[in-house]
């Protein structure tokens, strides 16, 4: 394996780009070769593979190594998969374990997700395929924080490789086209790569929220001040000074070119003599005029009203990767992007 710049310089093993160590009990010689081969030819991860014939050999290397991830087989010489399980969990390591049992073991599966493992795999003879991914899954979700939405780091790995800088509120719009990832798990899935110091983020402008759903969405609500409706038109006025006549521009009949007034039917002379404009007027729908509407919002989210006073203000950030978050997420990347056959793309760091 190549060792690569960044652990050369000395830095902790989480900031490098490290390898992802397998450990694999499994004491058929097919299966480990078969195992090899496949994560060397098909797997998109940078790993070391560590294969063991029996459980006893596998819990003396886990006890003096770190591993990222344990395949278990359930038939071994010795020591079932089960057993090696139990023994895990009294040495107290927490090492994730996916678990493969023969085509008709599927209850001693069940049996081992029980016992702790995180995954199992009923193998068939030749399909590898599904532990493949399982591998891929472990390895991936061991890259990022442990809080994050794996589907939603998927999805910031896609927009951060097209975008250098997002914008908390840009993502909404860039997220229209996508329906299976939502934003406020977008949001808090990018808190996360700050906290993890996978990214930062600059505070760009106070947005109103939902006090009651926190939804980003609230939609400017604007209401008659006299009865609260919220069924308005708007639009250019005239006022009759003479008799006080106050109506929208179209319900002052024009008869030969002049204007006659709708209240008190008399025509109107001159502009700023005995009439002017009123650039916006509001008319509700009980007929109420004004010309300074009430401002309320309303949730797109959970469709509540609520004032100004009673707005949350959320502050809105852009958020750029840093080195580490840029590093960390190539994994999430690659997993992001449709690739059907990976084939000989793929090249594992073997020398
Ligand atoms: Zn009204
Ligand atoms: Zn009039
Ligand atoms: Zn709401």
Redesign the pocket.
């Known amino acids: 394996m190549v060792i690569s710049e960044v652990s050369k310089q000395g830095l902790s093993a989480d900031e490098s780009l490290g390898k992802f160590r397998i450990l694999y009990v499994e004491d058929t010689k097919d299966d480990q070769i078969i195992l090899r081969r496949l994560l060397e030819k098909k797997s998109r991860i940078n790993f070391e593979l560590i294969t063991v014939s029996d459980g006893f050999e596998g819990l003396k290397r886990v006890s003096k190594e770190d591993f990222d991830l344990i395949i278990l087989d359930y038939r071994l010489p010795g020591m079932t998969g089960l057993d090696f399980l139990e023994r895990l969990k009294k040495m107290n390591i927490t090492t994730p374990v996916i678990f493969v049992t023969g085509k008709g073991d599927e209850r001693i599966a069940v049996e081992a997700m029980k016992r702790g493992a995180r995954d199992y795999i009923v193998k068939d003879e030749e399909d590898f395929g599904r532990l493949i991914k399982a591998i891929e899954e472990a390895a991936l979700e061991a890259s990022l924080p442990k809080s994050i939405d794996i589907r939603a780091a998927i999805y910031l790995a896609g927009l951060f490789s097209a975008h250098e800088i997002l914008s908390g509120d840009e993502i909404g719009w860039l997220l229209e086209q996508s329906s299976h990832v939502q934003l406020e798990s977008l949001l808090s899935a990018l808190d996360e790569l700050v906290k993890a110091g996978f990214a930062e983020a600059k505070p760009l402008y106070s947005a109103v929220a939902?006090p009651?759903?926190g939804?980003l969405k609230p939609n400017l609500l604007l209401q008659c001040p006299q009865c609260g409706s919220s069924q308005l038109i708007k639009g250019e006025a005239l006022e009759h000074m003479n008799c006080g006549g106050l109506d929208f521009k179209f319900s002052y009949q024009s008869v030969g070119g002049e204007l006659i007034c709708p209240k008190c039917g008399k025509k109107l002379r001159q502009l700023g003599v005995d009439y002017r404009r009123v650039s916006a007027l509001y008319k509700c729908s009980n007929g109420h005029f004004f010309s300074l509407p009430t401002f309320n919002f309303k949730?797109f989210?959970?469709g509540?009203t609520f004032d100004i006073d009673e707005a949350s203000l959320k502050t809105i950030y852009q958020y750029r990767l840093t080195r580490k978050g840029r590093s960390r997420l190539s994994l999430a990347l690659k997993f992001g992007v449709d690739t059907p056959e990976l084939e000989d793309k793929v090249t594992i760091e073997n020398t």
Do not use: I, K, M
């Open positions: 939902c009651f759903c939804s949730c989210g959970c509540r």
